[in-house]
DNA sequence: ACGTTTCAGTGTTACGTATAACGTGACCCG
DNA sequence: CGGGTCACGTTATACGTAACACTGAAACGT
C-alpha cells in the first residue's frame, strides 16, 4: 500500500531521479543495505547545555538551573542572574526536556482520550485544551479512540512513564478501562460523577440543553416527538433520552418515541425515515441527538416529499459547522466545546499541582433557533 | 537514605534541625490545615526499573537492556534472555521514555503542523499521521496552528530538544518560518518541491482533481464558469487556480471568472451570492475549493431562486461528512486524507531512519459524482 | 568581640537508560 | 601447550537537569 500513486501519472513530473538535495555523502558505490549506525540525518545541531550558559555567564550550572527555574530570590545576586538570562538568551539555550523529566518524575505531559478525532465536535474540544495546555507549558498528546488507531500496542504501555494525567470522554469508556488502577490523575468529560473515580469532573449541562429543545418544540404545539437516539453506550445520551422523556411526559397528550440509530448522516437518514414511515400518527417533530442525525432527518422527509419544517420539526445537538450548511439551518443544542477542553485541562492542572480540584464545574449550553423547527401542521380533525 | 539521627559526625552540628528530611519546618503547634507541599494526589506507583528487573532475573542491569532492547545475539544466554523478559513481564517493566530519551537524543515524536483541526480535513490527516506513528511506537504532537492557539510562546523553543521531526502542512506555511534552519528533519505535505526544502514531500494530485472538476462541468456543457477560490495563499490553492483555468481555456468558448472567499460555509455564500449577480451573463457552475465553499454557494442559489443543479452547478472540494449532507449532495473530488497524513508520517520515519526517502509521492484523488451538477439550463437564444 | 543569621553561591548527586570497555572461562587450532 | 577466538556477562560511564548539602563571608544583634 505504499506505491500508491502509480495511477493518473498525467502531472508531466518532473522524472529526473536526479534530486539536488542536501544528504550529504550518501554513499553512491556501495548499496551497503541498512546501515546499523544511525545514518545522521540531520544532527548538525550543537546542543546549548546547561553547562554552557554556565560558563558563559561566569557562574556554576546550578546557578542557571536556579535563575532559570526562578528560584534564586535570595540565593543568586541580581547581576549574575542577569548575566544568567542574558547568556543563556544569546547562546539560545532550551533546556533538555529529556533530562527534566528523568530528574523531576514528571513530564508535563496530559492525554487527551476521545473517541473520534474527525468528529468536528472532539477536534474542538482538543483544540481548547491545546489551547490552555500550550499556555501553561504543557504538552498534550491524543489518543483517537481504540478503533481508529489500528491494531497497535496497549497505548498505555508508556503512559505511566511518559504522561502526567489524563483527560477522558465518557465515551471512551472502553479505553479507560485500560487505565483503571495505573494510578494516573484523571479527568472525566461528561460522565456520571456517581460511577466514575476521577479526580475532577466536567460537565456540559446537557440535560438542560435536551430539556430546552424539548419545551421549544413542545411550546410550538409539537406533541408526537421521536428522539432519534444515538446507538452509543454513554453517560451524556442516556441523559439527554431520560430529561426528553421526562419533559415529555409533564406535557399531558405529548408522546416520546425512540429510534436508535448510529451518530452519522446514514444514519440519521434511515432512523428518521423509519420513524416516519412507522406505522399509527406521524410525528411532526424529530429531536435529535447530534447533528449529524438531523441532517439526516432533514434528507429523510424531504424524501418522503415532507417539507422541513412545515411538515416534520427537525433539532439537532452540538452545532458544528454543518448545522448552518444545510438548509433549513438546523435548530439545535449549542454546546461549548473549546471551553469544554479547556476546563478540562484546567482541572487537570489544578489537580496535578495539588490543588484541590475546583468544585465539579458545568458548563452551560443553549438553544440556538434556527430555520428547521415551527410549529406542526394543522391537524386533520376526523 | 542515610541515617540521620546516627550521631553528631565532623560536622558537629547541633540538632537545630533534626529532622532535615521531609516536611521541613512543619510547626508542631500549627493544626497544618492545607500543606503547600504537593498535596500528593496519586503517586503511590511503585515505578519498576529495569534495575529491579535486573534483580528478579538475577542478571546485570545492562543484560536487561541487551535482552528488551533485542541486541542479545551473542551476548547473552537464551536461557537468561528469557528469565529478563519474564521478570519483566510479571514486573510489569515499563521502560521509562525520558530517560531514553536522553541516553540516545532521540525521543521517536513527530509534531504534525496544520493550519486548523477543526477542519475535518486536517482532522482526518492527523488521524491517519497517528494511525502509523503508534503502529511503529512514534508518537505524534500537533501543532494546530498560531490563531487558533492563543498566545502561547514560540511553540518550537522546546522542538529541537523534544522532537525527532516534523511533518508540516503548506498551509501553514507561516509557522514554517519559525522552523526553518532549526535543523529538524521536515516533511511537508502538499507544498512545491522547488521552493521547500524538505527531506520529504508528499502531495495530493491536486491538479488532477481540478481537472477532473472541471472537464466533468465541461462535457456536460457548461461554459460560464466562476472558481470561488480560497482566500489563502498556499500551493494547493495556487494549483487549483492554474489547473482550472488551464483546463477551461483549453475549450473555445468556455470562460472561469473568479471570486475570492475565506474557507467557510458564510463566505462561500457571500461569494457565491457576489458571483450569481454580478453584471454579465451568469455563471452556470460554480467550482469551490472546498466544500464549506460549496455548501455556501448552493445556499446563495436558492435564495436567489436558483435551483442546483438545474440552474446552477457546484463542485467542492475534499469530501467532508457535510458533502453528503447537504441537498442535494456535492459533486467534489474526494481527497485521501488520512493516507496523506500516513504517507507524511512514513516519510518521516524513512527520514529519521536514514533510508533515502522514497520518491516524491504523489496520492490520487478522485472526482465523486453526485447531484449537484448537471447540464446548464438551455440559453436564451436572443 | 562573639555567636547567629542571611546572602551568595559551588560541589555533588541521582534520576533510568544504553552502550563502550572490560573481563572471564571454555574451546579450538596450529 | 600457548595464544586466539568465542560465548557470556559485568562495570563503568554519560546523557542534562534540579535540588540537597555545604561553605565562606558579611551583616547583625547584644
Redo the contacts with the bound molecule.
Keep these: 500500500m505504499t506505491e500508491q500513486g502509480a495511477a493518473a501519472d498525467d502531472t508531466g513530473t518532473p522524472d529526473t531521479a536526479t534530486r539536488g538535495t542536501a544528504t550529504p555523502g550518501t554513499g553512491t558505490h556501495a548499496p551497503a543495505g541498512t546501515d546499523r549506525a544511525t545514518h545522521q540525518a540531520a544532527a548538525d545541531a550543537p546542543?546549548?547545555?546547561?553547562?554552557?550558559?554556565?560558563r558563559a555567564a561566569?557562574?556554576?550550572?546550578?546557578?542557571?538551573?536556579?535563575v532559570?527555574?526562578d528560584?534564586w530570590?535570595?540565593?543568586?545576586?541580581?547581576?549574575?542572574?542577569d548575566a544568567v538570562r542574558t547568556a543563556a538568551r544569546e547562546l539560545g539555550?532550551?533546556?533538555?526536556?529529556?533530562?527534566?523529566s528523568?530528574?523531576?518524575?514528571r513530564t508535563r505531559t496530559a492525554l487527551l482520550v476521545v473517541p473520534a478525532l474527525t468528529t468536528e465536535f472532539f477536534a474542538r474540544v482538543y483544540t481548547g485544551a491545546a489551547r490552555i495546555a500550550a499556555d501553561t507549558g504543557f504538552g498534550l498528546v491524543l489518543y483517537p479512540s481504540p478503533e481508529g488507531i489500528g491494531p497497535a500496542r496497549d497505548p498505555f504501555d508508556s503512559a505511566r512513564?511518559t504522561l502526567d494525567g489524563v483527560i477522558a470522554s465518557s465515551m471512551a469508556a472502553d479505553a479507560l478501562t485500560a487505565l483503571y488502577g495505573e494510578g494516573l490523575p484523571l479527568v472525566m468529560l461528561d460522565s456520571d460523577p456517581h460511577s466514575t473515580p476521577a479526580a475532577a469532573t466536567v460537565n456540559l449541562d446537557i440535560a438542560h440543553g435536551a430539556r430546552l429543545a424539548a419545551h421549544h418544540l413542545l411550546d410550538l404545539g409539537h406533541r408526537r416527538l421521536t428522539h432519534l437516539a444515538a446507538a452509543v453506550d454513554s453517560w451524556t445520551f442516556h441523559l439527554r433520552a431520560r430529561a426528553l422523556a421526562d419533559t415529555v411526559a409533564a406535557v399531558s397528550g405529548a408522546t416520546l418515541a425512540v429510534q436508535a440509530a448510529p451518530l452519522s448522516v446514514d444514519a440519521g437518514l434511515h432512523a428518521a425515515h423509519a420513524a416516519l414511515t412507522a406505522p399509527g400518527p406521524r410525528p411532526t417533530a424529530l429531536v435529535c441527538d447530534d447533528d449529524l442525525l438531523a441532517a439526516g432527518a432533514c434528507k429523510a422527509a424531504r424524501r418522503l416529499g415532507l417539507r422541513v419544517p412545515e411538515d416534520v420539526s427537525v433539532t439537532g445537538f452540538d452545532d458544528l459547522a454543518l448545522a448552518t450548511a444545510v438548509e433549513p439551518e438546523l435548530t439545535t443544542v449549542r454546546l461549548p466545546a473549546e471551553e469544554f477542553g479547556a476546563a478540562g485541562m484546567r482541572a487537570l492542572i489544578d489537580v496535578l499541582a495539588g490543588r484541590p480540584p475546583a468544585a465539579p464545574t458545568t458548563l452551560p449550553v443553549e438553544l440556538v433557533t434556527r430555520g428547521s423547527t415551527a410549529p406542526p401542521p394543522a391537524e386533520p380533525r376526523p
Excluded at 532550551?94 to 533530562?99: F, G, I, V
Aim: no cysteine; net charge positive; hydrophobic share 45%.
Design positions: 546542543r546549548v547545555t546547561s553547562k554552557d550558559v554556565a561566569g557562574v556554576s550550572q546550578a546557578a542557571v538551573s536556579l532559570l527555574g528560584k530570590r535570595g540565593r543568586v545576586s541580581t547581576a549574575k542572574a539555550y532550551r533546556p533538555n526536556l529529556a533530562a527534566r528523568l530528574r523531576l518524575g512513564a
